[in-house]
């Protein structure tokens, strides 16, 4: 059973000011448990059904200094930032801020401008881990990482990469190591054609309005995805995709 007091404080926890406040955030499904278990996160507690407490026994072995909660599915009704709640809920402790340390040796750099969309972001977040970049560098305008809705979309991802806010226009200026392009629908180099493998320092822009001017003006040049059909454009998180697998393969190529 859950207390009261319990349901209202991970209500709170819904909101951005709370998770500020408090330093937790919200993580629900099973996967997504599982890898932040396995993750560096710290987890603070675990609410979860009888059923998925039993199937993952063998995994909670490992993890004995976390309060588990055994919850049934009208609490965790109460309790998820979810439409369909699931059987395993986690409080997850925010880390800690520290001093941002780019990792110069890594051959592409993401950098997200005013990725406003939690869906999104936490799919840019995922292609990030799918490929092996450690680090995902976002405008401070950018949907928050810790929005249950983009927790979700990472699927588990948010504990293998890092989440950067800051000032990314400081970042181009200081990324002398990387050719920096901004991700356009008309930019001067068509992706397919880049063949010299360099490190490389890709900017992808909000879902509506692109990469910003004042962010175009400071890279090195603008890239983009060759059009063949008629649709006016691309999801961010689909452009991210083509771009970095394609710049994938030119480094391992």
Known sequence: MIS????????LL?????????????????????????????????????????????ILENHKDIEANEVIPEEMEKISALDTPQDVLLLVQIPES??????????????????????????????CDWYGIK????????????NPKTVRA???SIGRVEVIYMDIKELIR??????????????NINVHKLSKAEPVLLVIGNEARGVSEGIVSLCDDTIMIPRIGKAESLNASIATAVLVDNLVRINES
């Open 98 to 127: 520290h001093t941002i340390r780019t990792d110069n040796h890594a051959k592409i750099i993401l950098v997200a401008d005013s990725i406003r969309d939690p869906g999104n972001l936490g799919t840019i977040v995922r292609i």
């Open 154 to 156: 990472t699927m588990g």
């Open 14 to 58: 819904h909101q951005k000011k709370y998770r500020s406040s408090h330093l937790l955030f919200i993580a629900e499904g099973s996967k997504i448990a599982v890898d932040i278990l396995d993750s560096a996160l710290k987890v603070h507690k675990i609410y979860a059904t009888a059923t998925w407490l039993a199937e993952n026994k063998h």
């Open 4 to 11: 009261k007091a319990q349901v209202k404080f991970i209500r």
């Open 135 to 146: 680090q995902l560098f976002c405008s401070e305008d950018c949907a928050e990482i810790y």
């Open 174 to 187: 200081d990324s002398k190591s990387h050719k920096s392009y901004a991700a356009t629908l008309d930019g």
